[in-house]
Structure formats: structure tokens, C-alpha cells
Antibody, heavy 116, light 112 residues
Framework: QVQLQQSGAELAKPGSSVKISCKAS????????ISWIKQTTGQGLEYIGY????????NYNEKFKGKATLTVDKSSSTAFMQLSSLTPDDSAVYYC?????????WGQGVMVTVSS | DVLMTQTPVSLPVSLGGQVSISCRSS???????????LHWYLQKPGQSPQLLIY???NRFSGVPDRFSGSGSGTDFTLKISRVEPEDLGVYYC?????????FGGGTKLELK
């Protein structure tokens, strides 16, 4: 069965970076894009962008350019998102999801907390 | 960005009842390829969102036929008939016609 297993919760200091992972199983990894979505209580669900898991090509929501960097490791069927220059506004749950436009399977989410 | 407006924000329901959730977009969601990329998700408490309906009216695998989607252009509706306890949670619409994709603010379906 299709599964997206994300890494564990992160506690980070302002100004630092975190890299979260999303390991796919149960399907051919390079046949589907991976998207990333941010969820906060205040802003709801926000789309960050997607990565073409075959070519590594990316498309970012303008709002997250410079904040998020999406990469893949095809050998391990894993997608990554690095968040840089963290501020308290980056505190959220981050999901990976299969697909570039409609998301049929989601990871369990990673809670990122930015606090000094 | 396309603004997605969902109403109502909160929707009390009795088990076995029927409800409708509205999702309106600030511009037409008809893509140049002729498709309309409007989807519906349910997020149950403590869980990730799960796909219910894709491209307006297509039920995702395993989704019961109690769920139906309709609409066109800028105006879309999700109907749930014979509401069951497992249907409770927050419903979101998503448009993926115009990048960046955007979500509605959510509708919380809860028991009366």
C-alpha cells in the first residue's frame, strides 16, 4: 500500500535550518511528484511547492521561495524539504503528499517548532 | 493568488442527516486544458487530510457514494448524505488550476 513516512518533530532555534524527510513506499517513486503543504492554526493550509521526483525539477509558491528547498534522493525513494532562516512564523505542521496537483496520499506530518 | 471561500465555517449535523458545503473561488477554475481542478479533502481530528473528491465530482478510491461533488466555474458544492460518525472533521476544498494552488479555510462538521 502507498505510504509516505515523514521524519520526526523538530525543535529549532530562530535563524537555524531544519531538513525534514518523506520516505515513499508502495509505488514507483519517480512516477509521481511530491508536494509539500504547511498547516497552521492561523493560516490554515498553504501550498509550498512540488518536486518532480524523476528530474528533480521544482516549482515553488512565491511566498516560500528562499524559505523552502525541495530535493529528492531517488535511490532511497525519499523527498526532502529544508527550511532555512527559521522564525517563529515557520512553526507549523508540514506535510508531504503524493502528486503535483491533487494529492491522493499524505504523510503523517512533521511538527516544526521554532523557539529560542 | 486565487482566493477560496468556504461556507459555512461550522456545520452542526445530526447523524443520518444531509449537509452541503460551499466553496467559491475568486476566479474561474476551468483550466486551459478544459478540466476543472477543484478537489475536496477531509481532515479528521489528529490525522492528515484525506482525498475525497477530485476534479469536482470524482470520488477517490474507497470513498462512499454518500459523498458527492458538483459545480462549475467558480461555485462548487460537496454534499454528504446519511452522515456517519466517521464523517466528522474539517472539510477543505483545494484548487490546482492556477499556481500557487490554494485551499479554502475549512468547514468543521460537528454533531448537533
Amino acid at each position: 500500500q502507498v505510504q509516505l513516512q515523514q521524519s520526526g518533530a523538530e525543535l529549532a532555534k530562530p535563524g537555524s535550518s531544519v531538513k525534514i524527510s518523506c520516505k515513499a513506499s508502495g509505488y514507483t517513486f519517480t512516477s509521481y511528484y511530491i508536494s509539500w503543504i504547511k498547516q497552521t492554526t492561523g493560516q490554515g493550509l498553504e501550498y509550498i511547492g512540488y518536486i518532480n521526483t524523476g528530474s528533480g525539477g521544482t516549482n515553488y509558491n512565491e511566498k516560500f521561495k528562499g524559505k523552502a528547498t525541495l530535493t529528492v534522493d531517488k535511490s532511497s525513494s525519499t523527498a526532502f524539504m529544508q527550511l532555512s532562516s527559521l522564525t517563529p512564523d515557520d512553526s507549523a505542521v508540514y506535510y508531504c503528499a503524493r502528486g503535483g496537483a491533487d494529492f491522493d496520499y499524505w504523510g503523517q506530518g512533521v511538527m516544526v517548532t521554532v523557539s529560542s | 493568488d486565487v482566493l477560496m471561500t468556504q461556507t459555512p465555517v461550522s456545520l452542526p449535523v445530526s447523524l443520518g442527516g444531509q449537509v452541503s458545503i460551499s466553496c467559491r473561488s475568486s476566479q474561474s477554475l476551468v483550466h486551459s486544458d478544459g478540466n476543472t481542478y477543484l478537489h475536496w479533502y477531509l481532515q479528521k481530528p489528529g490525522q492528515s487530510p484525506q482525498l475525497l473528491i477530485y476534479r469536482v465530482s470524482n470520488r477517490f478510491s474507497g470513498v462512499p457514494d454518500r459523498f458527492s461533488g458538483s459545480g462549475s466555474g467558480t461555485d462548487f458544492t460537496l454534499k454528504i448524505s446519511r452522515v456517519e460518525p466517521e464523517d466528522l472533521g474539517v472539510y477543505y476544498c483545494l484548487q490546482s488550476t492556477h499556481f500557487p494552488w490554494t485551499f479554502g479555510g475549512g468547514t468543521k462538521l460537528e454533531l448537533k
